[in-house]
């Protein structure tokens, strides 16, 4: 069985973000997918430019396929 379920890693454990229908005991098998975005380290302004330029240049020579499915604000942000 797959399952998606949102979780908070807090003391050194995953606490699911509601009730699962697991067993108690039962055991998982976790892939871990960090939600929150960072900003590279870089500092020299010039290099910063440099990948914002390759970024949006591989954005524009990659566009989404026409009738592509949107996600709302809230879709994106687990909301829904």
């Known amino acids: 069985m797959t399952e998606r379920i949102r979780a ?4 050194g454990v995953f606490r699911p973000e509601i ?3 697991f067993p108690e005991n ?5 892939l871990v997918q960090e939600t929150t975005v960072r900003s590279p380290r870089v500092i ?15 954005m524009q020579e990659n566009p989404l396929p026409p009738g592509t499915p949107r996600f709302s604000r809230d879709e994106l942000h687990g909301r829904s």
């Not at 908070?8 to 003391?11: E, F, K, N």
């Not at 039962?26 to 976790?30: A, C, F, I, P």
């Open 8 to 11: 908070v890693y807090r003391d």
């Open 19 to 21: 009730p699962c229908g």
């Open 26 to 30: 039962s055991e998982v098998e976790l």
């Open 44 to 58: 020299d302004s010039e290099e910063r430019l440099r990948i914002l330029r390759r970024v949006t240049k591989r």
